[in-house]
C-alpha cells in the first residue's frame, strides 16, 4: 500500500492559520471518514490529535479542528503557537482492514 | 491511566528475528474495543504500521510486511508481541506498541524503542 500524500513542510506566523493536507484514493480517505491525525515533538511518541475526520479527543485544543472532501483530508491549526511546530501525520482506515499513515509534514512556526 | 511499555533487545542480526513484547498496564488487553498494534519509524523518517491484533488472535498486518510479520496476544499477561523475521538493515526503526480503537485510530502509545539491525 502507497503512502497517503502530505506537503513535506508548512509554515505560519504566531496567530495564523496554516492546513495540511493529505491525498488518498477512493480505497482509503474517500470511503472511510476514519481519517486521524497525530502530532509528534522530536524524540517523542505521536499524539493523536484528531480522530474519525474531525473529532478531538479530550485535552485537545479547540484550535486544531479536521475535515475531508473526497479524497483529501485537511488538519486546520488556528491561532499558530510556538508549541504547535512539530511533524504531523495523517492515518486512514482502508479497503483491506489496515491502516496507512501519511508521509508527515513539518510544521514551522516563524 | 493506560501505559504501554515495550521491551526487547536493542540490537538484533540481520536475517535474524526481531522479537518485541508489549506490557499493558491501566486497563485490560481482554476488551473487545480495542486492537493492539505495533507502529515503526526510522530514523528521521515517517511512521509506518505494521499491524494490530484483536484479544481473540485475529491479526490485520500491512501487506508490505505481511509474510515477515507475527502479532500475537497474552491475555494472562496483559501483553502483546511482534515477531518480525529475516531482517534487514531497513528494519532498523523505533518501534511503538500502541492501542488502536477500532483500526480507525491509535489513542495511546508506548514510548518506543530503538531497534538496530547490525551484524
Known amino acids: 500500500q502507497s503512502a497517503l500524500t502530505q506537503p513535506a513542510s508548512v509554515s505560519g506566523s504566531p496567530g495564523q492559520s496554516i492546513t495540511i493536507s493529505c491525498t488518498g484514493t477512493?480505497?482509503?480517505?474517500?470511503?472511510?471518514?476514519?481519517v486521524s491525525w497525530y502530532q509528534q515533538h522530536p524524540g517523542k511518541a505521536p499524539k493523536l490529535m484528531i480522530y474519525d475526520v474531525s473529532n478531538r479527543p479530550s485535552g485537545v485544543s479547540n484550535r486544531f479542528s479536521g475535515s475531508k472532501s473526497g479524497n483529501t483530508a485537511s488538519l486546520i491549526v488556528s491561532g499558530l503557537q510556538a508549541e504547535d511546530e512539530a511533524d504531523y501525520y495523517c492515518?486512514?482506515?482502508?479497503?483491506?482492514?489496515?491502516?496507512?499513515f501519511g508521509g508527515g509534514t513539518r510544521l514551522t512556526v516563524l | 491511566q493506560l501505559q504501554l511499555q515495550e521491551s526487547g533487545p536493542g540490537l538484533v542480526k540481520p536475517s535474524e528475528t526481531l522479537s518485541l513484547t508489549c506490557s499493558v498496564s491501566?486497563?485490560?488487553?481482554?476488551?473487545?474495543?480495542?486492537?493492539w498494534g505495533w507502529i515503526r519509524q526510522p530514523p528521521g523518517k515517517g511512521l509506518e504500521w505494521i499491524g494490530a491484533?484483536?484479544?481473540?488472535?485475529?491479526?490485520h498486518s500491512n501487506p508490505s510486511l505481511k509474510n515477515r510479520v507475527t502479532i500475537s496476544v497474552d491475555k494472562s499477561k496483559n501483553q502483546f508481541s511482534l515477531k518480525l523475521n529475516s531482517v534487514i538493515a531497513a528494519d532498523t526503526a523505533v518501534y511503538y506498541c500502541?492501542?488502536?480503537?477500532?483500526?480507525?485510530?491509535?489513542?495511546?502509545w508506548g514510548q518506543g524503542t530503538l531497534v538496530t539491525v547490525s551484524s
Open positions: 500502541a492501542r488502536h480503537s477500532g483500526l480507525r485510530a491509535v489513542d495511546y
Open positions: 491501566g486497563g485490560s488487553i481482554n476488551n473487545n474495543n480495542y486492537y
Open positions: 492515518t486512514s482506515y482502508t479497503v483491506s482492514n489496515t491502516l496507512i
Open positions: 491484533v484483536y484479544y481473540t488472535g485475529s491479526t
Open positions: 477512493s480505497n482509503d480517505i474517500g470511503n472511510y471518514n476514519f
